[in-house]
């Protein structure tokens, strides 16, 4: 069974310029998660997806975080414009229920 | 509200003595809890997790949590640990809509 896809795997961009990041779930999953992993913290959830609805988007900067997952599959992370503290690294994750679930790889964003 | 405390940052022990890596959640619900571990530039993987039933869960590498209701933790133990069990160590609760609360983590450093 094929894992959580990310891509790209490292983005180094320059503060106020925007970067998009990609997901693809374990098929089958209904349940999609973007995570925030600052260094040295445990990760944040930043949005939830239940097929393409959102579920909890409370703690996603609306003024620069958007995402989406459009026909209930894949999804997209976009941040404009990024400021330096959006240095993380950005976690995919993917559920059928509340048995837990299952991250990708993670793109390592660095602002400078 | 929810949160998880993970007691120790860091935990250093010698090969083939035994570990433990502590935690407590707090909340108002019932809860699904999980130990989540990461290796360096990776996702995180599932370890092990407790939804309900028997109280002690176990890995297939050798880890076991136990759930202690009164106490509100989840501690994950294991007799003998190898060099290759170094990693970062997450703890997190969930409730029924899925969404993951991680603890702030542990490092667990094997020596040889």
């Known amino acids: 069974e094929a894992g959580v896809a990310q891509s790209p795997r490292y983005k180094i961009i320059e503060k106020r310029q925007s970067v998009a990041f990609w997901c693809n779930p374990i098929?089958?999953?209904?349940?999609l998660y973007w995570y925030q992993q600052i260094l040295g913290q445990g990760p944040k959830l930043l949005i939830q997806f239940q097929n393409n609805g959102v579920v909890d988007d409370s703690q996603l900067p609306k003024d620069r975080f958007s995402a989406e997952r459009l026909k209930g599959v894949d999804s997209t992370l976009k941040i404009q414009p990024a400021k330096l503290e959006d240095s993380a690294v950005y976690l995919c994750?993917?559920?059928?229920?509340?048995?837990?679930?299952?991250f990708g790889q993670g793109t390592r964003l660095t602002v400078v | 509200a929810q949160s998880v405390t993970q007691l120790d940052s860091q935990v250093p022990v010698f090969e083939e003595a035994p570990v433990e890596l502590r935690c407590n959640y707090s909340?108002?619900?019932?809860?699904?809890l999980f130990w989540y571990v990461q290796y360096p530039n990776q996702g995180l993987q599932l370890l092990l997790k407790?939804?309900?039933?028997?109280?002690l869960v176990e890995s297939i590498n050798g880890f076991e949590a136990e759930f202690n209701k009164s106490q509100t933790s989840f501690h994950l133990r294991k007799p003998s640990v190898h060099i290759s069990d170094t990693a970062e160590y997450f703890c997190?609760?969930?409730?029924?809509?899925?969404?993951?609360?991680f603890g702030q983590g542990t490092t667990l450093q094997v020596k040889p």
């Open positions: 997190a609760v969930s409730s029924n809509t899925g969404k993951l609360i």
């Open positions: 909340s108002s619900v019932s809860v699904y």
């Open positions: 407790y939804l309900s039933g028997s109280t």
């Open positions: 098929s089958g999953h209904a349940t």
């Open positions: 994750a993917s559920s059928l229920g509340q048995r837990g679930a299952f």
